[in-house]
């Protein structure tokens, strides 16, 4: 995570005309993905509760890619 943060900074620093917009930018590009990986940990936590068979088939069932 902190590498692909490090170079979508650097890219909207570059792409952006100020520092604030470059931030802003910044900010709109990484919310999806943050956001993801924040609820791909949720899921994993809640699914550490129930019986390891259980479990494993639901992980299996609904494992996901993270946004494009």
């Given at each position: 995570?902190?590498?692909?943060g490090a170079v979508v900074l650097a890219e909207?620093?570059?792409a952006a005309?100020?520092?604030a917009g470059g931030i802003t930018l910044f900010?709109?590009?990484r919310q999806p993905r943050t956001?993801?990986?924040?609820e791909q940990t949720h899921r994993r936590?809640?699914?550490?509760?129930?019986?390891?068979v259980l479990r494993n088939?639901?992980?299996a069932r609904?494992?996901?890619?993270g946004p494009a």
């Open positions: 995570m902190a590498l692909e909207s620093l570059v005309p100020d520092l900010q709109h590009r956001a993801w990986v924040r936590d809640r699914a550490r509760a129930l019986r390891r088939q639901v992980l609904f494992a996901m890619r």
